[in-house]
Structure formats: C-alpha cells, structure tokens
C-alpha cells in the first residue's frame, strides 16, 4: 500500500515551453501532496505543498508563476513548469501523505521522480 | 525553524564492516525523524522512523538507529554493510502542526561500498 506514481519519468523539452508532471497516490486518498527539487548531488528542497481544493503554499524564494500547482482530487496533483529555461533541468520529486492512515498518517509516500532537461 | 546536519558527505565502507552514518538535526520539540535512502535516479524509500517510544528503531534492510535527545542526534547504524547499501542515505525531521507536515532533509551521505 501507499504507492505514488509520477509520469512522466523523465522529459526533454525546449526552452520556452511548458512541461506537466503529474503525481497520483495509487491506493489511497491523499489530501496533502508535496513537490519537492533536487539538483544533481544535492538535497531535497520542498517547493510547495498542495492540499486539495485550495491553493498550493509555496516555500520562500519559489516563483507560484513559473511552478503552477494543481490539487484537482485527492489523488492527482500536477506541477506544470511554465516557460522553462535550462536552469529549470532537475529532478522533480513528488510526496503524498495519507492522513486517515493511523499510525503511519504523518509518513509521506514519494514518487520515483521526474527528470526534467529543458534544452 | 528546524534544521538537520548530516556531517559526512560521502563514506567508502568494506562489504561487511559495519556502518553508522550522523544526523544530528535542531528542532525545539520533540522530532519526528526519518532516515530515507535513494538509488541513482530514483525516489526515495524510507528506511526507518522514529515518532516516540523506544529510542533504538528498527528498519528495513537491517538498518537501525537510535535517537539521543541529549546529543539532537539519530545515527543510522548497520552491523554489516552488503555492496547492494550503496546509495545516497538522507535524514529528514518533521513538523507537524495540525493537518499539516513540512520534511526538512539533511544533505545527504553518499555511501560506496568496496569488494
């Protein structure tokens, strides 16, 4: 249980254009998603968190106008990077987190990830 | 705002030596703590977790780790390192207010294992 996919796992796309990453909690309901970047030998940095229904939160310093995130149900949430530019290439992590699972309702669930290589 | 500190960027271990990796984090109430590792290009699977309890936690893969209030630390330990280990390990601590949680990771410790 508790399985989040990302699609798709990894994109090239040109300058300019804009790139969706979707990410879905697969067997359960996950009213609070997460996005999170990583670049190449670093850390994960949380973007912004998504709760379904209502705008995303995003973290100091993350532009809401370049990184557009939409929670439509409790089991999708997409990232759409808009006008990308090269410095936008990372790896984009989604998390998932299942408040009605007892024990584990403070756990997130993470995606495989994204790679994304804007040219 | 918490903080975690992993101290070792990278550590070389022999297949079967045992391992320990740092974390030592800065939270002003009592943590939730997570130990994740990730292969290359992967996502992230936890490993073990600590909420409240027992401070000796247990993991998959023959991970553990005990948390030590007075030292703000949760090392990661293994008593013997098998080559599949290699990956980058990070510690993450929790805020949780509510309905809503926030994961602060560490840098992360790559970990190579040799033959």
């Known amino acids: 249980g508790a399985v989040v996919s990302q699609h798709p796992s990894w994109v090239i796309c040109k300058s300019g254009t804009s790139v969706k990453i979707e990410c879905r909690s697969l067997?359960?309901?996950?009213?609070?998603m997460f996005w999170y970047r990583q670049f190449p030998k670093q850390s994960l940095m949380l973007m912004a968190t998504s709760n379904e229904g209502s705008k995303a939160t995003y973290e100091q310093g993350v532009e809401k106008d370049k990184f557009l995130i939409n929670h439509a149900s409790l089991t999708l949430s997409t990232l759409t990077v808009t006008s990308a530019h090269p410095e936008d290439s990372s790896f984009y992590i989604c998390s998932a987190r299942d408040p009605l699972a007892g024990g584990r309702s403070n756990e997130q669930f993470f995606g495989p990830g994204t790679r994304l290589t804007v040219l | 705002a918490q903080s975690v500190t992993q101290p070792d960027i990278h550590i070389t271990v022999s297949e079967g030596a045992s391992l320990e990796l740092r974390c030592n984090y800065s939270y002003g109430a009592t943590p939730y703590l997570f130990w994740y590792v990730q292969s290359p290009g992967q996502g992230l699977q936890l490993l073990l977790k600590?909420?409240?309890?027992?401070?000796l936690v247990q993991g998959i893969k023959g991970f553990e780790a005990e948390f030590k209030r007075s030292q703000s630390s949760f090392n990661l330990r293994k008593p013997s390192v098998h080559w599949s280990d290699a990956a980058e390990y990070f510690c993450?601590?929790?805020?949780?207010?509510?309905?809503?949680?926030?994961?602060?990771f560490g840098t992360g410790t790559r970990l190579q294992v040799t033959l």
């Open positions: 600590y909420f409240s309890g027992d401070t």
């Open positions: 993450a601590v929790g805020l949780y207010t509510g309905t809503a949680s926030k994961l602060t």
């Open positions: 067997d359960f309901q996950a009213t609070t």
